[in-house]
C-alpha cells in the first residue's frame, strides 16, 4: 500500500541534544512538508521541498533543518538552539492532479524533551 | 495573504444530533478548500474538498460542506452524530504562488458527542 511513514512514533530526547526524525513516502509525490502541531494552534508550517535537493523554510523554521536528497524521503531534524521542541511533528506530501492538489499526512512523531 | 478561522475550538453535540462545524477563509483568489480530521495522536485524514466543481461537496463518513462565496465560508456538517466522529476537526486553504503549493490551517475545532 502507497502512504507516508513517520518514525520513530514517539521520540524522547535530552535537552541540547540533536534528533532526526523520518519521512518517506512511495507516493511519488514531488512536494513534501512538515508541520508542528500544539494544542490550540493549528498546524504550522516548519519547511517544504518542492524537489529533490530544494526546500524552503516555512513560518517557524528556527531551530530546524531539513535535507531532500531522495524523492521519498525528507528527514527532519530538531536542533539543540529550538527552545520548545516538545510538540506531534506531521509530515505530508503533496499530489498535483488536474488543477487540484490534495495533501496526505503520515501518523505522526510526538516528540518529547527532558 | 489568505487565512482560515474556524469559530469554536470546541464543540459539543448529543449522539443523532446535528454536527456545524464553521470555518471562514479570506482568499483573493477562488479558493481550494478542504477539511481534514485527527484522531488523537494520528495523522490527519482527508474529508472532503472543494475545488470549485460544485458548491455541495460529499465527504466520507456522511460529512459535507457548503462552499458559500458570498459569505466567504465552507462549514462542514453532519445530520446525525456518531460516538465515533469525537476527533479533532480542520479545515484548511491552498495557496498556489509560483509553482509552490502551500497549506493554511486553521486552529482547528474538537468535537465532543454526548451519549
Known amino acids: 500500500d502507497g502512504g507516508i511513514t513517520q518514525s520513530p512514533k514517539y521520540l524522547f530526547r535530552k535537552e541540547g541534544q540533536n534528533v532526526t526524525l523520518s519521512c518517506e513516502q512511495n507516493l511519488n509525490h514531488d512536494a513534501m512538508y512538515w508541520y508542528r502541531q500544539d494544542p490550540g494552534q493549528g498546524l504550522r508550517l516548519i519547511y517544504y521541498?518542492?524537489?529533490?535537493?530544494?526546500?524552503q523554510k516555512g513560518d517557524i523554521a528556527e531551530g530546524y533543518s531539513v535535507s531532500r536528497e531522495k524523492k521519498e524521503s525528507f528527514p527532519l531534524t530538531v536542533t539543540s538552539a529550538q527552545k520548545n521542541p516538545t510538540a506531534f511533528y506531521l509530515c505530508?506530501?503533496?499530489?498535483?492532479?488536474?488543477?487540484?492538489?490534495?495533501?496526505?499526512f503520515g501518523p505522526g512523531t510526538r516528540l518529547t524533551v527532558l | 495573504a489568505q487565512s482560515v478561522t474556524q469559530l469554536g475550538s470546541h464543540v459539543s453535540v448529543s449522539e443523532g444530533a446535528l454536527v456545524l462545524l464553521r470555518c471562514n477563509y479570506s482568499s483573493s483568489v477562488p479558493p481550494y478548500l478542504f477539511w481534514y480530521v485527527q484522531y488523537p495522536n494520528q495523522g490527519l485524514q482527508l474529508l472532503l474538498k472543494?475545488?470549485?466543481?460544485?458548491?455541495l461537496v460529499k465527504g466520507i463518513n456522511g460529512f459535507e460542506a457548503e462552499f458559500k462565496k458570498s459569505e466567504t465560508s465552507f462549514h462542514l456538517t453532519k445530520p446525525s452524530a456518531h460516538m465515533s466522529d469525537a476527533a479533532e476537526y480542520f479545515c484548511?486553504?491552498?495557496?498556489?504562488?509560483?509553482?509552490?503549493?502551500?497549506?493554511?490551517f486553521g486552529t482547528g475545532t474538537r468535537l465532543k458527542v454526548l451519549a
Open positions: 472543494y475545488t470549485s466543481a460544485a458548491t
Open positions: 484548511a486553504v491552498s495557496e498556489r504562488n509560483s509553482g509552490t503549493y502551500k497549506y493554511i
Open positions: 505530508a506530501s503533496i499530489r498535483v492532479a488536474g488543477g487540484w492538489y490534495e495533501q496526505f
Open positions: 521541498s518542492q524537489i529533490v535537493n530544494d526546500f
